[in-house]
C-alpha cells in the first residue's frame, strides 16, 4: 500500500509556546469559508494556536485577511487539487498528490506540526494518512475513534473503530482497547477508563469467534494496558455510564455511529414538529427556549465533532463534511488539547507496550476458549 | 437440532370469525399480570381474538376472572414451567418441555392458533420455535423483524434479521429481503416495498464481501420477488424515507436496533432533564404537554413492541421482556393484523418461489462479482 521510504524523518519541533495545526481548507461540504471561520473561532479561545492552511492560496488568503483574529498566525500552503467526497481512496493514493489533503498530511510528516485536520472524504484521508504517516510499529489496524453523548460524569464515551476498517480480529480489538484507553485518558482526562466489548448479549457465550477470543485478551491485559475491563456491552450501553471506552470493529462501529445521530435527528424532528402543532405549543416553545437550547447543546454533533485516527506515526482528526465554524472549531480544539497532553508519545508508548505483551495474552486467551 | 418427527400435523382450522392467539403469559419481567391486561386491552380493540393462555392455571384464573372483557375468550393450558430470562436456549430445548413458553409454541404447531405471543428470553423463544415449528421449506436462517419508526407516510420501517442468528450469507440475505417484503406488504400495508442492504457506504464497492454477493443477488431478483431494490443503505437511512425494509444480519441488526433505542432513551431523558431545569420550563412543559405526549407516542417502544419471527412454519411474535399491558396489547394487534391478513400462506409461497428462483440469481451475482 505504501511507496514511502522506511526511513522515519526526524520532527521538527514547533515553536515553543504554540501549538501548530496543519489543516485542509478544501474538500468539506461547505468550502474554505466554514474552514477558515472555525479557524478563527478556535484562535479567539486559544491564543497559542497557529494554523497551517493548505488549499487554493489566493481564495484562502482572502479569507484569512477578513479575521481579524488570524492575523500573522496562518501560513498558507498552495495546492490546486481537492479531493471530492466522490474520489476513490485507491485513486487518491496513486494521484493525490498536489491536493489540499495531501498537503496537510505532509506537514504532519515533516514535522511541522503534530495534528492535521479535514473535512474531507474519510476514506481517502485514511488512505492517505496510512500511505504517508505509516502505522505506529506495534499496530495492524489504525482506527477511527468518535466521541458519543452519554451519562457518564464528562458527558461523552470513546467508541472505536467506527470505520477505518470492515475487519477487525481478537488482537485487533485489543490494540482499539489500548488506543482507546489511551485517548480517554488524555483527550478526556479519565484516569482509568472502563473498556467494554460491543457484542449481542452480555453473556459470555454469545457473539462471534474472534469476541470470545478478544474478551479473553481484554480480561488479561487489563491490568498492563492500565484499563478496567467490564465484559461485553450492547448497543444499548454506547450512551450509559457502565462505560467509557467501547471498542468494535469498523462495520459494527460506522452502522452504531450512523444509526445512533440518525436516531437523535429523527427525535429532534419529530420534537420541533410537535411543538410546531398548535399555538399554545408554539407559545410553550418560546417559553422553553433556554431549556430546549441546553438540549440541543447536549446532544449537538457539531460539538462531538471530530473523529480521531489513531495508530499512526502522527494524529488526524477528521471533521464531519458537513461541519460549519462550530463543527469545525471544535475538531481543532480536539487537536489542540491532544497536541498539548502529548498523546502522540504516549500512544506510540501504550502500544508498543501492548504489542510486547500480546503473544502472552494471546496464549492465555487460546488456553481459556 | 430437531428431535422431532418430520410428518407435518394437519392444521385445525380456527372458528370461522375469529382469531386465536397461542399466548406465553410467564417469563415476561412484569409476570402474568401484565399479560393478561394487555390481552383485556386487545379484547376490547378486536372482538374476534380469542385467546389460548399458557401458565399457571390458578394464577391465570384468578387474573382472567377479574377482567370482564375477557370472559369466555380465553383456554387456560396449565404449564407448570417457566423460562427465566437467564435460561440458555440450549438447555430450554433439551429440557424445555413442560414449560409456558414450549406450551405457547405446541398450540401454533397443533394448528389451535396461528400465532403465537411471548415476553419470554429471546433465545430461548427461538430455539424452542426452530425446534417445534420447524424452519420452512426453502428458508435457510429464520429472522427476527423489528419495526423502526421512520419519516415513512406509515411511520415505521421493517429490519430484519435483529438477533436471531449472528451469521448470514448472501443467500440468506436475499431471503430476509423476500420474507421482509412480504411482511411490509401484510403487516403494513406497502404494495411495492423498497428494500436496501445496510452497509458503511452506499458505493457498490463498499462493505464486506457477502454484501456485494447479496447486492447482486437483490438487483437480479426484484422483480420476481415484486419489491423495490434500492441498493446499499447506511445506519442514518434507518428511519428515513428511502426505503421500508433494511436487511443485514443478526449481530449488525441487534447493534443497531439496542443503539436506536438507547439513543431515543438518552434523548428523551435530557429532554425531561431540560425541562425540570427551572420554573419557567417547568411552565413551559406543561403548556407543551399535549405536544410531548404526541412525541413520546411517535416514539415509544411500547408501540412498535413485536419481534417477528419469520422463516418457521407459524407466526411467533416476541414482545419486549419489560413491555406492561401497552406493550403486550402492540404484540398482540400486531398477531392479529398478520393472522388476518393470511401472511403465513403467503409468506411461504413468496419463499417458496425465492429458493426456486436462487440457483439462476446466485449464478449471475457470482459472474458479475
Not at 470492515?166 to 488524555?186: K, T
Not at 402543532?277 to 430546549?292: D, G, H, N, R, V
Not at 508519545?345 to 503473544?359: C, E, I, K, T, W
Request: glycine share 10%; proline share 4%; net charge positive.
Amino acid at each position: 500500500m505504501t511507496t514511502d521510504s522506511p526511513n522515519a524523518t526526524p520532527r521538527a519541533q514547533p515553536k515553543q509556546g504554540s501549538v501548530v495545526i496543519s489543516v485542509d481548507a478544501m474538500g468539506g461540504d461547505r468550502g474554505p469559508a466554514a474552514v477558515v471561520a472555525g479557524m478563527a473561532l478556535s484562535a479567539v479561545k486559544n491564543p497559542e494556536i497557529r494554523f497551517i492552511v493548505h488549499g487554493d492560496h489566493d481564495q484562502l488568503h482572502a479569507l484569512i485577511q477578513r479575521k481579524r483574529e488570524l492575523a500573522g498566525r496562518c501560513d498558507i500552503r498552495h495546492a490546486d487539487g481537492v479531493v471530492t467526497m466522490e474520489d476513490k481512496p485507491s485513486q487518491i493514493v496513486r494521484k493525490g498528490n498536489g491536493t489540499s489533503m495531501w498537503s496537510a498530511i505532509e506537514s504532519v510528516k515533516q514535522g511541522e506540526a503534530e495534528v492535521a485536520v479535514s473535512c474531507g472524504n474519510t476514506g481517502a484521508l485514511m488512505a492517505l494518512s496510512m500511505l504517508r504517516l505509516r502505522k505506529l510499529p506495534g499496530v495492524n489496524r489504525p482506527a477511527i475513534a468518535c466521541l458519543w453523548p452519554s451519562r457518564n460524569p464528562g458527558g461523552f464515551n470513546v467508541m472505536l473503530d467506527v470505520g477505518a476498517d470492515i475487519r477487525a480480529d481478537a488482537p485487533d480489538l485489543l490494540q482499539y482497547a489500548l488506543m482507546g484507553a489511551s485517548y480517554a485518558r488524555n483527550g478526556l482526562d479519565i484516569e482509568n477508563p472502563r473498556i467494554g466489548l460491543l457484542n449481542v448479549g452480555t453473556e459470555e457465550h454469545k457473539g462471534r469467534a474472534e469476541l470470545k477470543q478478544a474478551h479473553e485478551l481484554l480480561t488479561a491485559s487489563a491490568e498492563a494496558g492500565n484499563f478496567r475491563y467490564v465484559g461485553f456491552v450492547e448497543g444499548g450501553d454506547l450512551p450509559s455510564d457502565r462505560v467509557d471506552v467501547i471498542v468494535t470493529d469498523g462495520f459494527t462501529g460506522n452502522i452504531a455511529l450512523k444509526t445512533g445521530e440518525g436516531t437523535a435527528k429523527l427525535v429532534g424532528d419529530f420534537l420541533k414538529d410537535a411543538f410546531a402543532k398548535s399555538i399554545m405549543s408554539k407559545f410553550a416553545a418560546l417559553l422553553a427556549m433556554t431549556s430546549l437550547r441546553r438540549l440541543q447543546k447536549r446532544i449537538d454533533p457539531r460539538r462531538v465533532n471530530g473523529g480521531i485516527f489513531l495508530g499512526l506515526n502522527g494524529t488526524v482528526v477528521k471533521s464531519h463534511g458537513s461541519a460549519d465554524a462550530t463543527g469545525v472549531s471544535a475538531a481543532i480544539k480536539l487537536a489542540f488539547q491532544l497536541t498539548k497532553s502529548g498523546f502522540q508519545d504516549r500512544l506510540a508508548a501504550r502500544v508498543a507496550q501492548g504489542a510486547a505483551a500480546l503473544p502472552k495474552a494471546e496464549d492465555s486467551g487460546e488456553a481459556a476458549s
